[in-house]
């Protein structure tokens, strides 16, 4: 692969550090009554762990932190993003 093919890789996985995250946590809004924190923690964590072997540390970490204000923003009482 040459220089610009590991670029947009990169590209493409700090994007997606952000971007899965947010669908994830989305996705769990409609259920969120329903469902622990502890248990939408851990559905979180495995879109940051899938983000993070897909791209490097800096997507693991991105996502991660991407991760924790989603969760605090659509799952954590009292809900702001209704």
């Known amino acids: 692969m040459s220089g610009n093919a590991y670029r947009l890789r990169d590209r493409a996985a700090l994007l ?10 989305l996705a769990l ?26 791209g490097t540390r800096a997507a693991g970490a991105l996502a991660a932190l991407s991760a924790a204000a989603w969760f605090d923003f659509f799952l954590t009482e009292p809900y702001s993003g209704s």
């Open 16 to 25: 997606a550090a952000l971007l899965v995250p947010f669908l994830v946590a």
């Open 29 to 54: 809004v409609p259920i969120r009554t329903d469902l622990s924190a502890t248990n939408a923690a851990l559905v979180l964590v495995v879109a940051v762990v899938a983000v993070a072997a897909v």
